[in-house]
Nanobody
Framework: QLVESGGGLVQAGGSLRLSCAAS????????MGWFRQAPGKEREFIAAISRTGDNTHYQDSVKGRFTISRDNAKNTVHLEMNSLKPEDTAVYFCAADQTLAIPTTAPEYEYWGQGTQVTVSS
């Protein structure tokens, strides 16, 4: 089970830190990813982190602004979001998959959280 938290309303240029708490499995067996979905749009990849946390991958539009991290001792993954823009407004989802690679598409992930709303006002 994946449960996201930390979403909310923030002004453009502000920051938010999303968290995803995992339960029901061996956390460090799973690659963790963050996706987002805006109204009327497809779910898009944001960032992913390897099982050990030593490899990360980002969508180009968030590079330098967002940072993914994980704490395997606490079964959590975080997404630190800085310099937020109105176009970052979406529901953000945490995802997990038991794989050695770092998937970057939604169908590759087996487990999903319920999502948390992020709204960036201009």
């Amino acid at each position: 089970q994946l449960v996201e938290s930390g979403g909310g309303l923030v002004q453009a240029g502000g920051s938010l830190r999303l968290s995803c708490a995992a339960s029901g499995g061996t956390f460090n067996w799973y690659v963790m990813g963050w996706f987002r979905q805006a109204p009327g749009k497809e779910r898009e990849f944001i960032a992913a982190i390897s099982r050990t946390g030593d490899n990360t991958h980002y969508q180009d539009s968030v590079k330098g602004r967002f940072t993914i991290s994980r704490d395997n001792a606490k079964n959590t993954v975080h997404l630190e979001m800085n310099s937020l823009k109105p176009e970052d407004t979406a529901v953000y989802f945490c995802a997990a998959d038991q794989t050695l690679a770092i998937p970057t598409t939604a169908p590759e992930y087996e487990y999903w959280g319920q999502g948390t709303q992020v709204t960036v006002s201009s």
